[in-house]
């Protein structure tokens, strides 16, 4: 999946941050980004296209957190 500006768009496992917190891509329906983070339901992402992906899940399952 890529953004409009050419970025690219998290995938499902991914780690990623809003700027404000970290959350889990648990799920995309429809082109909506699903997140989940530790004692929250799953909820849209706002604005997907400006979600960093701070560790992909290759990277999670390497480091043995997924």
């Known amino acids: 999946?890529?953004?409009t500006g050419g970025a690219q768009l998290p995938e499902v496992g991914d780690e990623v941050s809003d700027g404000?917190?970290?959350a889990i891509v648990t799920d995309i329906r429809e082109g909506v980004v699903w997140l989940r983070a530790d004692g929250r339901e799953a909820?849209?992402?706002?604005?997907p296209d400006e979600l960093t992906v701070t560790r992909t899940r290759a990277q999670r399952i390497a480091a043995d957190t997924l």
């Not at 909820?43 to 604005?47: L, V």
């Open 43 to 47: 909820w849209p992402a706002d604005r």
């Open 20 to 22: 404000r917190a970290l």
């Open 1 to 3: 999946m890529t953004a």
